[in-house]
């Protein structure tokens, strides 16, 4: 408290702009003390305001240095534009939020918008000013006004302003071509943006007249508010459009801010009906508190507008993901056979590695090469419809999730146990898929060496390379650690996938080479339409392979060069290279402890390539169809009372 004599002494409503302001950013620190106790800044406020009373001159000053402030201070963007992006585009608002977090805020300004955070830059601000009492209120707003009906008048042409601008962005909003073109034509509200600017005009004019029409002005609020109801109207029929067609953060982004801009259009209106404009000017306020924290976070805003984009990548991963999961014998053994023609192609690309490593290039020029052959390699497995098993779970982890949605609902068509069913088809299609792999790989990179020996004289790789794979695979070094940041590269590599497809689908490519004069007149129109069906068909799965393949092949190229080395473990690629390093070693091999260990270190490799990458697809597939924590448990539950009771379920088909 003995701040206060302090701060009521250096009040000069003469004083320049910035020294003004600062001065209530001072006040409004005092207040907030240690910010420990809602009721202990309350109290100071009280304190404050008797202050004043005490001192007449004091006062005088006091409500001198109000009206410069609200002369000087335009408060309409603060009302109608804070918390909003300057350019209705995500990159913008990042690049905003990034500039507020690293470049300070100056108090010398006219804009209330850029004043507030200022003077209110903590959550507790938002605690205190909404336990302020009504009496309170009423006695500080006595203090600060020397005229409250003029006072209550520019409040009430702030707020109409502010409505009025309000209204233009959101009618703006709504005229952008990548929201028009989506909403439904044939519905009633269509053209409902269009009489936005009459509509609060003639709220403007009933409600500023010299005698007040009650009635008119009843009317004028009831079409307002039918018309912001007919644009939200419209504004959810983009929302079908995106699901079908495909979305973008960006076109997120914009929704987002047109439904905020709406929601605080309805604010605008409350306040400015308000039969006690000081209650509702401060609930305005204790809003924008909560908005400028919450406008400071760069992870919210990531969150908030990328998780459509997340919802529709688990959709389309999980359409990929259900002709991975085997549901009885003969589908087990047509995944086994798969997942053999893999491992026997992956054969040849443990070759390509080792020759692109004996060539002895740079490290990035390295990496490249063997990304080509990575990437070559899973495109030509998925060209013969071959499995490769590590692609499997965050594919097939979404669609087991969309299996969840309203589970054991009235609606819902999957059963708890059901969903367990479906757990251990899956859990037999991954065994199936790595056995395969694994069991494959093996014999043909041996054929492979043989073939090399009999036409080069020398086994594949050297036993200096050899001796350089069995350190490298040892469960005694960090091999388990580089087998779980493979599951989170296949993860992403899934991620890169639907998000592809979806931009594929979002920008009608496959419309595009079926009707598009250039291509047809090049590769005619029956053609044409082969190829765009080709392309909606295996577009998911080329941006899957080429993107893990160059992951594989450059991620430790390019950590190397910053010190950090992280390496890759893929269960079948390391198969592969263990058997090249065995077959040139020979039988002298097993003398070799690292071999052993090495050995022990694939079935690691391949339970945490699966886990980790089956985990992360599974866990956002959830958040994106709403499963409750709740029954997030009893599927747990419900699982392991299967693995107890039936364990050989989830390996061997009934």
């Known amino acids: 408290m003995k701040d206060l004599p302090r701060l009521l002494k250096a009040l000069d409503p003469a004083a320049e702009l910035a020294d003004r302001h600062v ?3 001072r006040l409004f620190e005092w207040i907030r003390g240690d910010k420990t106790s809602v009721q202990a800044s309350v109290a100071r406020v009280q304190v404050f305001m008797e202050a004043v009373q005490k001192q007449p001159e004091l006062q005088t000053r006091l409500q001198a240095w109000w009206e410069t402030l609200i002369q000087t201070v335009d408060i309409t963007p603060l009302l109608a534009d804070f918390g909003f992006a300057p350019r209705t585009a995500f990159v913008s608002e990042l690049a905003e939020r990034l500039r507020r977090k690293l470049l300070p805020g100056t108090p010398e300004t006219q804009d209330a918008a850029e004043l507030f955070p200022l003077v209110v830059p903590t959550r507790f601000d938002a605690q205190w000013m909404g ?3 009504e009496s309170q209120i009423t006695q500080l707003t006595a203090l600060l006004s020397a005229n409250p009906a003029r006072d209550r008048r520019r409040w009430h042409y702030s707020l109409m302003d502010a409505l009025t601008y309000c209204t233009a962005q959101i009618r703006a ?3 952008a071509p990548e929201l028009r073109l989506r909403m439904n034509r044939a519905s009633p509200h269509a053209r409902a943006f269009h009489a936005l600017p009459a509509d609060v005009q003639a709220l403007r004019t009933v409600f500023f007249q010299p005698v007040r029409d009650e009635a008119a002005l009843q009317a004028a609020i009831q079409q307002y508010r039918e018309r912001l109801d007919a644009c939200r109207q419209a504004v959810n029929s983009i929302y079908t459009h995106l699901e079908e067609n495909g979305i973008s953060v960006g076109m997120v982004f914009r929704l987002r801010q047109l439904r905020a801009r709406m ?28 908005t400028a924290q919450e406008s400071k976070s760069i992870g919210a805003l990531i969150s908030s507008n990328s998780t459509l984009l997340s919802a529709k990548m688990a959709e389309r991963s999980a359409q990929t993901g259900e002709h991975y999961i085997t549901r009885n014998r003969a589908d087990y053994r047509e995944m086994l056979g798969m997942a053999m023609g893999g491992g026997a192609v992956t054969a040849l690309t443990t070759l390509l590695k080792f020759m692109v490593v004996g ?7 390295s990496g490249f090469w063997a990304s080509i052959a990575y990437a070559g390699s899973f495109v030509l497995i998925q060209l013969l419809h071959l499995t490769l098993a590590t692609k499997q779970p965050a594919m097939t982890a979404p669609a087991m999730a969309a299996k969840l949605k309203d589970i054991d609902s009235d609606e819902s068509p999957t059963t708890l146990e059901d969903f367990v069913d479906e757990v251990t088809h899956l859990v037999r299609s991954q065994v199936a898929a790595v056995l395969g792999n694994v069991v494959m790989v093996v014999p043909a990179v041996l054929l492979v060496n043989v073939l090399i020996t009999l036409a080069l004289g020398r086994p594949m790789i050297s036993a200096q390379s050899a001796h350089h794979v069995l350190e490298s695979l040892t469960l005694l070094g960090p091999t388990l650690v580089w087998a779980a940041f493979t599951g989170v590269v296949l993860f992403t590599s899934s991620m890169i996938a639907g998000w592809f497809e979806n931009w594929f689908v979002l920008h009608h490519i496959g419309s595009a080479v079926q009707h598009n ?9 029956e053609r044409a339409t082969r190829w765009s069906a080709f392309m909606r068909l295996h577009i998911s799965g080329f941006a899957s392979n080429i993107s893990l393949g160059f992951m594989l092949g450059l991620i430790p190229a390019f950590t190397g060069f910053f010190g950090i080395e992280l390496e890759l473990r893929h269960v079948t690629l390391s198969t592969g290279q263990l058997a090249a390093a065995g077959a040139s070693l020979g039988l002298d091999a097993f003398r070799h402890a690292a071999l052993w260990w090495s050995m022990a270190s694939i079935p690691l490799i391949g339970a945490l390539n699966l886990g980790v990458s089956f985990y ?12 409750s924590k709740p029954d997030r448990a009893r599927i747990r539950a419900a699982i392991w009372a299967r693995w107890r009771s039936h364990p050989l379920s989830f390996f061997i088909p009934a």
């Open 517 to 525: 004069p250039r291509i047809t007149a090049v590769l005619g129109n």
């Open 23 to 25: 001065w209530l950013i």
């Open 616 to 627: 992360f697809a599974f866990r956002l597939a959830l958040q994106a169809h709403n499963v």
């Open 359 to 365: 060539i002895g290039l740079s490290a990035f020029w």
């Open 173 to 175: 909003t709504g005229f």
């Open 131 to 133: 336990a302020l009492e």
């Open 263 to 290: 929601l605080r259009d309805r604010e605008l209106l409350e306040a400015l009906l308000s039969p006690k404009p000081a209650m509702a000017a401060l609930k305005l306020l204790v809003r924008r508190v909560t």
